[in-house]
């Protein structure tokens, strides 16, 4: 269960991150529009970045903290550096979700103002599209 979860919100923060790239490429944009985008996409790095270093930091602190003593201490067949992974994880599942979640509240009324012109532009772009 976990894995699918994790690729789907995984996918789902990279295609909103994608959407807001293209919505900056539109000329119909006003300024105050641009400014949203732009806002959400530096969020969405700010938060990619904290999520990336977190996860390393979060794992060191399990690994090397006394945290995990009930994993030797119980004799349960998780070693230390396995367990202490598998909750980093679950960090970096959640701060993908949460760096999705801002670059979306910060433009998703733009993208759907402008999505129609999004996704014709994707259809014209596609290597399947026969063009007249």
């Known amino acids: 269960m976990l894995i699918p979860f994790y690729s789907y919100t995984h996918d789902l923060s990279f295609q909103r991150r994608i959407d807001a790239l293209e919505l900056l490429e539109l000329k119909e944009l006003t300024a105050n529009e641009m400014d949203r985008i732009e806002r959400g996409l530096l969020k969405y790095d700010i938060m990619w970045w904290i999520n990336r270093v977190g996860f390393v930091f979060f794992g060191f602190i399990l690994y090397k903290g006394q945290l995990l003593d009930r994993c030797t201490a119980h004799s349960l067949s998780l070693t230390r550096g396995l ?3 598998f909750l980093g994880y679950q960090y970096l599942l959640l701060g993908d979700l949460l760096s999705g ?21 994707k259809i014209a772009k596609s290597p399947y599209f026969i063009h007249d």
């Open 83 to 85: 367990y202490s992974f």
């Open 101 to 121: 979640s801002l670059l979306w509240e910060e433009y998703k009324y733009v993208f759907y103002k402008y999505e129609p012109l999004i996704r014709a532009s």
